[in-house]
């Protein structure tokens, strides 16, 4: 990777900011831009040239720009979840979210397709790019379903900005959740966008599990890798961190990942909650303690604003200095003979597995496939060579294990812990329902970081 470590043409030390947010429900666009402003302007006093939102946070620009019944009943119910409200207000929502509730409401479900008659594109590069514009910084806005530029067709896709408010580039989720695909296509690609303050790629969601992702973007120039995430359960957080801990170092680059948080509107369930702990990642030998975080959210489910700062300048004699030296030793003429051989083994599978499902035409067929490698005959299970019979009578006779283990000369347990082998343990019943994570729940707003009212006139909602 000689000529990744080339000279920069941005600043040699970048201050990051991470953003976790809640989703919400706005009743008019203004609203949702002012609750915008409320996290840049931390960011802001935190001297951020680089803000990076969570992915499919950019869902909440849709409501506002919608006008039917069903999404005026989700702005109603979203308010039950608010707080300093008058008691009319309260009350309006929770009937609201009754009813939504009943109907089966569901904010992705409505605003899926709502560039449908509405400049979704421009709607979103106007209100990104302006708030970049406005702050000087360099923006990677939060993900949406969106009409792709290329093409128009509908995808998951977060934009970058730059401090002008250009658009610098977007990335579309390649390797789509189950939450993504009743509703868009994948992406095609991962491009390695310039900006300012470095050379980005990014990954949202399962992208960011694939080495081969990470390792593309650092051949291409990437200098920092960003992961957006939107979980519903624990575990794949869990797998999305693990995920961009191992990119970052792999490839020995800078790197932070955001998250949304929060319930899905119309939806109080638990396991409906996104959730995520954002964070700020260095190389491990730039790091306290070689653990690879920077700094990371405490509370999975709390909105806040981290910051860090980056020295280019150390990366790069990292890359110089370190043992091993993973960016120069890496052997690329055995690495690539082996990855043309493993490409054209599977490029070979895909013919033939191809093949086998169309229509039956032998002529067809023969000349098809000529050129390709034998296929070997399948097996029916008549075909199979008797290596053995089975002639006891099931069930077979049960043995003594008891007799068995005292006759090994092993000590007799104590009379407390003697019980019929025969017997399946007794699991305790608490442990049945036990969370990988124990947080309360009786509360449907969470408490917020100290960070967000640490501006005197920013508006805090839960």
Same mark, same amino acid.
Not at 139 to 157: E, M, W
């Given at each position: ?49 680089? &803000? ?119 990335? *579309? ?39 081969? $992702? ?78 690879? $975080? ?44 082996? &990855? ?84 399946? *343990? ?37």
């Amino acid at each position: 990777m000689e000529e990744i470590a080339a000279e920069r043409t941005a600043v040699e030390e970048v201050v990051v900011a991470c953003i976790q947010q809640r989703l919400r429900i706005y009743a008019t666009l203004e609203d949702y831009r002012i609750d915008l402003h409320r996290f840049l302007r931390i960011a802001q006093h935190k001297h951020a040239q680089l &803000v990076i939102f969570p992915e499919l946070a950019g869902i909440m620009l849709a409501p506002p720009l919608l006008r039917n019944h069903r999404i005026t009943m989700l702005k109603y119910a979203d308010l039950s979840t608010r707080r300093r409200l008058s008691w009319q207000q309260r009350t309006m929502g929770r009937m609201a979210k009754w009813g939504a509730t009943v109907l089966q409401l569901d904010l992705f479900d409505e605003v899926a397709h709502w560039s449908d008659g509405v400049d979704a594109w421009q709607q979103y590069c106007d209100l990104f790019g302006g708030l970049a514009r406005e702050f000087g910084i360099t923006l990677v806005a939060p993900s949406t379903y969106l009409p792709d530029p290329a093409d128009q067709v509908l995808r998951n896709i977060a934009g970058v900005f730059g401090e002008n408010g250009d658009l610098l580039g977007y990335q *579309a989720k390649v390797m789509l959740h189950g939450q993504d695909q009743a509703f868009v296509q994948p992406g095609s690609d991962w491009p390695v966008i310039q900006t300012s303050v470095g050379a980005l790629g990014l990954m949202l969601g399962s992208d960011v599990l694939f080495p081969e $992702v990470g390792r593309l973007l650092a051949y291409k120039g990437a200098e920092i890798l960003i992961a957006q995430g939107a979980c519903r359960d624990m575990l794949l957080y869990h797998k999305l961190r693990a995920g961009i801990l191992a990119r970052m170092q792999d490839n020995q680059l800078f790197a932070a990942a955001s998250f949304l948080v929060g319930h899905t509107p119309s939806n109080q369930e638990e396991e409906k909650r996104f959730l995520g702990k954002s964070a700020i990642f260095a190389p491990q030998e730039l790091t306290p303690r070689f653990t690879g $975080v920077l700094v990371e959210m405490g509370n999975p489910r709390s909105e806040g604003v981290l910051s860090a700062s980056w020295n280019f300048a150390a990366l790069k004699t990292v890359w110089e200095t370190a043992d091993p030296p993973v960016r120069n030793a890496l052997p690329f003429k055995q690495i690539g003979a082996a &990855v043309a051989a493993l490409h054209a083994s599977l490029q070979a599978k895909n013919i033939v597995d191809t093949m086998a499902t169309l229509p039956a035409n032998q002529e067809q067929d023969e000349a098809k496939t000529q050129f390709l490698p034998a296929r070997e005959p399948v097996l029916q299970l008549d075909d199979l060579l008797i290596n053995n019979t089975v002639t006891r009578r099931w069930p077979l006779a049960k043995l003594d294990y008891t007799s068995f283990v005292r006759a090994q000369g092993t000590p007799d347990m104590p009379p407390l812990l003697q019980a019929p082998l025969s017997q399946p *343990a007794q699991q305790p019943s608490t442990l049945a329902g036990k969370k990988a994570e124990n947080y309360s729940s009786s509360s449907i707003a969470e408490d917020e970081t100290e960070e967000m009212d640490a501006l005197p006139g920013d508006s805090k909602e839960g």
